[in-house]
């Protein structure tokens, strides 16, 4: 799990500033409302265990960057950063010490609900982690 998580924030730093991130269970302080920021999560799904005395597993989840951005300023600013986020994780197969994580699917955005004079969209990137 851990080496999963690496591999996915690694790449995703590529694209963001490390700094501009919300990490899970980190400590993080939300920018002005005119600076944009990002929060991301590891959304993990079942395990298919090859045998049950194997720690061997193929594990699937989905990596969710929510994307909060300064309201009142319209969708362009938002869209296309996801969209540059979206590009680079696509077809991409990282590997983290003794893992191998694939991306799936095509990644997509969402646009969520504004909360907090903040104008708000996610983007999912569907994955697959094997041990290598």
Known sequence: MLNTRLALQTRLIGVVSATSVDWENDTF???????PYYKAYLLRGRNDNMALDTMDAEGVGIFQITLLFPSEQGTIQ????????????VGQK???????????????????EPANDRFI???????KTTKI
Not at 29 to 35: E, R
Not at 78 to 89: G, M, P, V, Y
């Open 29 to 35: 302080t939300a920018p002005a409302l005119s600076v």
């Open 78 to 89: 938002l869209e296309t950063k996801a969209q540059e986020i979206i590009d680079h994780f």
């Open 94 to 112: 990282l590997i983290q010490t003794d893992t191998k994580v694939t991306i799936l699917n095509q990644p997509y955005f969402t646009m969520l």
């Open 121 to 127: 969209g996610a983007v999912s990137i569907p994955y």
